[in-house]
């Protein structure tokens, strides 16, 4: 099956800095959705991209649609204690609704 | 509004036993989903249904089964668990809608059924 490859795997960061993280795919996709996941919790979703090219932000947080349709991005600026999670890209192609997930960035803030 | 609520949250199982996982969302969604997540990967679909009345298989079917009871309900049942299927299951759910060209589709995920087959 289709494999999104997100970097880097785990990332130990002060309290106050900003984190970028990213997914990659050798596939083309439609959306990406970015989601984080508390210890013992369900993902929560965090941002929906739909356009190629486009940039939007949530709070801290923003994320752009690669304009190769083949990757996508994710920042958080000034990083808190509560931003520790997992975090996960996910990618539908075509005109589908199945979800392809990446393996997740764990982010830890150190405080 | 509880969004999707799945039950139980923990379950141990014998090998050769079955079990039904429970699913609902009140959200009016079209579509649902079941997932398995395993230590150190992505979460990995295993069925879903379009709408009431489908269902189809996602990436990893085998020794599943599922039912679309209703638009609300999609439950997962496991005929005879194996050791293989120790994980954690999710279920989702969607609303797909489409405008100016764009598919819209977000999946919005329950708390998780933490299952170990010994």
């Known amino acids: 099956g289709q494999q999104l490859n997100q970097s880097p795997q785990s990332m130990f960061i002060q309290e106050g800095e900003d984190v970028s993280m990213n997914c990659t795919s050798s596939s083309i996709f439609n959306t990406w959705l970015w989601y984080k996941q508390d210890p013992g919790e369900g993902p929560v979703l965090l941002i929906a991209l739909y356009k190629a090219g486009e940039l939007t932000s949530n709070g801290r947080l923003t994320a752009q649609f690669g304009i190769t349709r083949k990757d996508s991005f994710l920042n958080i600026s000034a990083s808190i204690p509560s931003d520790v999670g997992i975090y996960f890209c996910a990618g539908i192609t075509g005109g589908g609704n199945k979800l392809t997930f990446g393996t997740g960035t764990q982010l830890k803030v150190e405080l | 509004n509880a969004g999707v609520t799945q039950t139980p949250k923990f379950q141990v199982l014998k090998t050769g036993q079955s079990m039904t996982l429970q699913c609902a969302q009140d959200?009016?969604?079209?579509?649902m989903y079941w997932y398995r997540q395993d230590p150190g990967m992505g979460l990995r679909l295993i069925y879903y249904?379009?709408?009431?009345?489908?269902?189809d298989k996602g990436e990893v079917p085998n020794g599943y089964n599922v039912s679309r009871l209703n638009k609300r309900e999609f439950s997962l049942r496991l005929e005879s668990a194996a050791p293989s299927q120790t994980s954690v299951y999710f279920c989702?759910?969607?609303?797909?809608?489409?405008?100016?060209?764009?598919?819209?589709?977000?999946?919005?995920f329950g708390p998780g059924t933490r299952l170990t087959v010994l």
């Open positions: 989702a759910s969607s609303k797909t809608s489409g405008r100016g060209g764009v598919s819209y589709n977000e999946q919005f």
């Open positions: 959200m009016n969604h079209n579509s």
């Open positions: 249904s379009a709408s009431e009345g489908t269902t």
